[in-house]
């Protein structure tokens, strides 16, 4: 088997234990077990555990990155883009639990390289979309003019606060767990925001 | 010096460490001598240091409770309050830039004692406030009818992603700091984003 077939082995491995354990607190011998490599294989494919999440996360957010690319390619309008990206953003988020975990650990909790690797491969993709899709927006007449670092920072802090907020809220004051129901109740709630705001006179209700 | 003012100049110490080194990082002992008192007397009224990073952030959260019940008795449309709780959202983590580093420990690497107690005094009341401003908008035909858990966790979210999520972009990807002037760009921005949305059909501009 080849260093990449096994290093994918070990990216697959660590994926299925942190959705069947909902956490990112996997080690370096339950990977190795799951995978039926050598935990030294982890240490050589990607230097310890942080590298291999790092990896992980990387791997994940090129998918996510693609299907960016493949949304801006459609021949839809700007809003029905952007109504589809709040939709996959959130599911994404659900579909892949650790993924938002992992973000969270690698950005604030790990070491200041991962963080900027992070940023290469996962934020700047997703800021250049949103910049790119405003700009089609502005120009085809549907969208006012609004700052993409602003816009980045407003729709990925209240989609991830969903998934990272929640649980804390759900704990001591009796707000029910993010399940399938209430993600399709917040991608309505997120839409209907980004899209009209609240108030009624302000979009002619 | 009575107990509550040892307390208090505890508090008021370990807030300024705060402030001066950007950082929830500081120690006991230098709490303590910051204060001039000894740091014994911080494990007689705190416990530990978590027990007194929680009763920073009561501290803090009280003056913010009161502020949100008397925002929504001024004789003031409910679009205008809520204009005023987006600023004051947004100056609160400005002015006291260790708040959202606190919420973030205190939720989700503390204990979860810590956590519940976090999600009693400050996510609760917060809550509570969006319902009942919520509610009032509805019912003078202001807003459209928004569920207020929902509501919270997206303007909490894109709120705190300012503070939070700001530095892993200005690291790698060259946004610059939070300043000043980005505060209010963003309160600007929120403002637009809450009450008219982005989409210009949706609004009749």
């Known amino acids: 088997m080849g260093r990449n077939a096994t290093a994918e082995k070990l990216l697959v491995a660590a994926s299925e234990l942190m959705i069947q354990r909902s956490s990112i607190e996997i080690s370096l011998s339950d990977i190795a077990q799951k995978s039926g490599a050598n935990a030294a294989l982890v ?15 990387a791997r994940d957010a090129a998918t996510e990155v693609t299907n960016l690319e493949y949304l801006l390619a459609q021949p839809i309008s ?7 990206h709040i939709n996959g953003i959130i599911r994404a988020y659900y579909r892949f639990p650790y993924m938002n975990r992992l973000i969270h650990y690698l950005l604030h ?25 405003l700009e089609e927006g502005v ?12 816009f980045y920072t407003s729709l990925i802090g209240a989609c991830d606060h969903l998934f990272f907020g929640r649980h804390a809220m759900s704990r001591a004051i009796g707000v029910g767990p993010v ?13 209907a925001l980004i899209c009209g705001g609240i108030v009624k006179g302000a979009n002619g209700e």
Not at 115 to 122: H, I, Q, R, W
Not at 139 to 150: H, M, N, Q, S, Y
């Open 139 to 150: 120009a085809k007449g549907e969208f006012r003019v609004v700052d993409p670092v602003l």
């Open 179 to 191: 399940t399938d129901d209430v993600c399709r109740q917040y991608i309505a709630h997120m839409e």
């Open 43 to 57: 240490k050589y494919h990607f230097g310890n555990k942080d590298g291999l999440l790092l990896a992980l996360l």
């Open 78 to 84: 700007p809003t029905a883009k952007l109504k589809l």
């Open 109 to 133: 909790e790990s070491s200041a390289e991962a963080a900027d690797e992070v940023s290469k491969f996962f934020v700047a993709p997703l800021l250049d979309f949103h910049r790119r899709l």
